[in-house]
């Protein structure tokens, strides 16, 4: 997650949408004053070797905290902060309005569909035997399929535009735009690519449906289907 005062911009970080690759782009242009959280440390070392700004700034100040902030505070010894994934409820909570009504909000969701097979090889990498897709897709938490709680609030998208990750050139070619970057955002690296695997994945309609049960909104929302005939990239 990144809140750039420099840029007037809060970036919401969504599951399996190439998150940390925008982040580490997006530090590129990033000031002192920024807030920036932190990745896992061979990912915050990449970006360290760009040169890029690396996490900072991310714990919240204390005339913003609330009573979750001060229970946190007791039971740790240290303020609260800013996650990865932070939601839009919990960046919204605490900013002031003025930022929150007045900065570029935006994130990126993804066919839901695809999402869950980026899982499955994501979780599985280091397997030198992977479990069948069925039996992993019976025990995954397919809870987490859904990105629609992170930029909703009430039911309510509040960010200023999702992005579609299908559309991920397009959309960095915008962002730019909308946020008068002085340079190409460009991706360092995407985490795994499993284009020729995943058409081995196949699917029965029970699996198809209850996908579409939990991915409801953002199905909705980008108009997503089941159709995977677009590159796959995690």
């Not at 002085?182 to 058409?199: E, F, G, S």
Request: net charge positive; proline share 3%.
């Amino acid at each position: 997650m990144i809140i750039s005062h420099k840029y007037r911009f809060i970036f919401i970080k969504t599951l399996k949408t190439a998150g940390t690759s925008l982040e580490i782009a997006l530090s590129k242009f990033l000031g002192e004053n920024d807030i920036v959280t932190p990745l896992h440390k061979n990912d915050e070392d990449f970006r360290k070797s760009l040169g890029h700004v690396s996490a900072q700034n991310y714990h919240l100040k204390w005339p913003n905290w609330n009573k979750r902030d001060y229970k946190y505070f007791f039971n740790n010894f240290r303020p609260h902060y800013f996650g990865g994934h932070a939601s839009a409820k919990f960046i919204k909570s605490h900013i002031s309005k003025e930022i929150w009504n007045s900065y570029y909000k935006f994130c990126f969701d993804r066919n839901p569909w695809d999402k869950i097979i980026s899982l499955y090889y994501w979780q599985n990498r280091n397997h030198k035997v992977k479990p069948a897709f069925e039996k992993y897709f019976n025990q995954v938490d397919k809870r987490k399929l859904s990105n629609y709680r992170k930029y909703s609030v009430n039911n309510e998208v509040v960010v200023d535009k999702v992005y579609k990750f299908e559309d991920l050139k397009d959309s960095l070619i915008d962002i730019q735009k909308k946020l008068k970057l002085p340079q190409v955002i460009d991706l360092p690296y995407t985490k795994h690519c499993y284009k020729n695997q995943a058409k081995s994945i196949t699917w029965n309609d029970s699996q198809i449906e209850l996908v579409k049960e939990i991915c409801q909104k953002e199905i909705e929302l980008l108009n997503y289907n089941f159709n995977l005939k677009k590159t796959y990239l995690s």
